[in-house]
């Protein structure tokens, strides 16, 4: 009687187990893609170790953060701000209507 029932909950736990794991999400990148895979990548702290950070820079037409190597730039004239960032098309061509309507 007792056999059963620690053997009963022996298969119980392993069922519980397997279940889990099959229903639960992937916690670790490793998980959702092989080292072949070139899916999207979360980066922690811990990845950034002995790495620099990418600089972010601001559109300020929609106030978005955008990484500095992904942004369109636009040669805004001289000065400390003679470069502008921008997150899309849309947002560079209304901050050129915008300059050229204060003209």
């Given at each position: 009687?007792?056999?059963?029932?620690?053997?009963?909950?022996?298969?119980?736990?392993?069922?519980?187990?397997?279940?889990?794991?099959?229903?639960?999400?992937?916690?670790?990148?490793?998980?959702?893609?092989?080292?072949?895979?070139?899916?999207?990548?979360?980066?922690?702290?811990?990845?950034?170790?002995?790495?620099?950070?990418?600089?972010?820079?601001?559109?300020?037409v929609c106030g978005s953060y955008v990484a500095k190597s992904m942004a369109l730039r636009?040669?805004?004239?001289?000065?400390?701000?003679?470069?502008?960032?921008?997150?899309?098309?849309?947002?560079?061509?209304?901050?050129?209507?915008?300059?050229?309507?204060?003209?």
């Amino acid at each position: 009687m007792i056999l059963k029932f620690v053997l009963y909950f022996v298969l119980f736990y392993m069922a519980f187990k397997v279940a889990g794991k099959l229903f639960s999400p992937a916690t670790n990148k490793r998980d959702t893609f092989s080292k072949k895979d070139k899916g999207p990548s979360v980066s922690s702290d811990s990845d950034l170790i002995g790495k620099e950070r990418e600089e972010m820079v601001l559109d300020e037409v929609c106030g978005s953060y955008v990484a500095k190597s992904m942004a369109l730039r636009l040669d805004a004239g001289s000065g400390t701000e003679a470069e502008r960032f921008f997150c899309s098309e849309e947002c560079r061509g209304k901050f050129i209507e915008t300059k050229n309507k204060k003209h």
